[in-house]
Nanobody, 118 residues
């Protein structure tokens, strides 16, 4: 069974930092890319960032560009989201997802809560 597990969420003050981790396990191949999504209170799920396994190409939502950095460790099948200069509007449940070679988000983690206070 393929499993994705997020960790690293917590409660921080505005301007602080957190690093989220996501490990994918249970299959020989890890797919095409890994991504982070978030669901803010009262809003739909939104894309945050992604990174390809092979070339490390990254994509960021405008709302986090310059503050968040996505990275990956291929040997560990792990993707990270370094979040700096956090704002209260970053408060959300953050989800890790796997993008398959067929370009579908086929596996999702359970999410980790990030809360940023003023």
């Amino acid at each position: 069974q393929v499993q994705l597990g997020e960790s690293g969420g917590g409660l921080v003050q505005a301007g602080g930092s957190l690093r989220l981790s996501c490990v994918i396990s249970g299959r020989t191949g890890s797919g095409y890319a890994m991504g982070w999504f978030r669901r803010r209170p009262g809003k739909n799920r939104e894309f945050v960032a992604s990174i390809t396994w092979s070339g490390g190409s990254t994509t960021y939502a405008d709302s986090v560009k310059g503050r968040f950095t996505i990275s990956r460790d291929n040997a560990k099948n792990t993707v990270y989201l370094q979040m700096n200069s956090l704002k209260p509007e970053d408060t959300a449940v953050y989800y890790c997802a796997s993008l398959s070679t067929a370009r579908t988000w086929d596996y999702w983690g359970q999410g980790t809560q990030v809360t940023v206070t003023s």
